[in-house]
């Protein structure tokens, strides 16, 4: 039974969820953001999501998906004989066993890294995970929700991420990041919304400010354009 309820906690629905997770797709294919971008890696897309942000491009994993036990996430990961892994959403976290599927990972020897939205606690999660962790900018529409006690638990090899939309947002962005002193804990990331920043302009407002931050483009988008399974 689905919850119509995106905020309750989707591995709660069942109980013979205990060593289970709600999937949307595992699939193959080249990372395409972050510091692990270009390397082949098996995607781990769990289903659901609290959040609404206006851009969000994978609005198609906020319900629906499959129970999976973990024993056969790992089992299919690995016959893609891939040596990173990304647990990915919706919002991977708002499943309490992703913590479980996380640490299992970890344990069999993979680079992973998790993408999460920002808005749930991160403080357990294994700190062999690489964390890219987002920062909602106010056009996402979700700026409110974000955690920034979150920063606190960030690790030297995570990264935060900033998806920019406007010239607001990456002011917001800009002084977010000198306020809280972002780039001296992790890796920061400005990534422009396909179709409403131009890529260009926002590569030359970081030159001009001298921001201590990555500029990225979606690589998959670039050679996918967003078709499925990549």
């Known amino acids: 039974?689905?919850?119509?309820?995106?905020?309750?906690?989707?591995?709660?629905?069942?109980?013979?969820?205990?060593?289970?997770?709600?999937?949307?797709?595992?699939?193959?294919?080249?990372?395409?953001?972050?510091?692990?971008?270009?390397?082949?890696?098996?995607?781990?897309?769990?289903?659901?999501?609290?959040?609404?942000?206006?851009w969000c491009d994978t609005e198609y994993s906020f319900y629906g998906g499959n129970w999976r036990d973990i024993d056969d996430?790992?089992?299919?990961?690995?016959?893609?004989?891939?040596k990173h892994v990304c647990v990915t959403g919706g919002e991977p976290l708002a499943q309490k066993r992703c913590l479980t599927l996380l640490q299992?990972?970890?344990?069999?020897?993979?680079?992973?890294?998790?993408?999460?939205?920002?808005?749930?606690?991160?403080?357990?999660?294994?700190p062999r995970v690489r964390k890219v962790m987002d920062l909602k900018a106010p056009d996402s529409g979700e700026s409110k929700r974000n955690l920034w006690s979150n920063l606190d638990h960030l690790l030297a090899h995570d990264q935060v991420k900033i998806v920019i939309a406007s010239r607001a947002d990456y002011e917001w962005a800009r002084?977010?990041?000198?306020?809280?002193?972002?780039d001296q804990r992790c890796m920061v990331l400005f990534s422009p919304v396909h179709g409403a920043v131009e890529p260009r302009a926002l590569a030359e407002w970081i030159i001009e400010?001298?921001?201590p931050v990555r500029f990225q483009l979606q690589l998959h988008k670039l050679l996918w354009n967003d078709a499925p399974g990549h």
């Open 104 to 126: 299992k990972l970890c344990d069999a020897g993979y680079e992973v890294s998790l993408e999460t939205s920002g808005a749930i606690d991160v403080s357990t999660v294994d």
């Open 1 to 54: 039974m689905s919850s119509s309820n995106p905020s309750v906690d989707i591995a709660t629905e069942t109980p013979t969820a205990v060593e289970r997770l709600r999937i949307t797709e595992i699939f193959h294919s080249i990372q395409g953001e972050a510091d692990a971008i270009g390397w082949r890696t098996v995607f781990v897309r769990l289903t659901g999501c609290p959040l609404r942000c206006v």
């Open 175 to 182: 002084n977010a990041v000198a306020e809280h002193a972002i």
């Open 209 to 211: 400010d001298k921001l």
């Open 73 to 82: 996430i790992l089992a299919e990961v690995a016959s893609h004989g891939a």
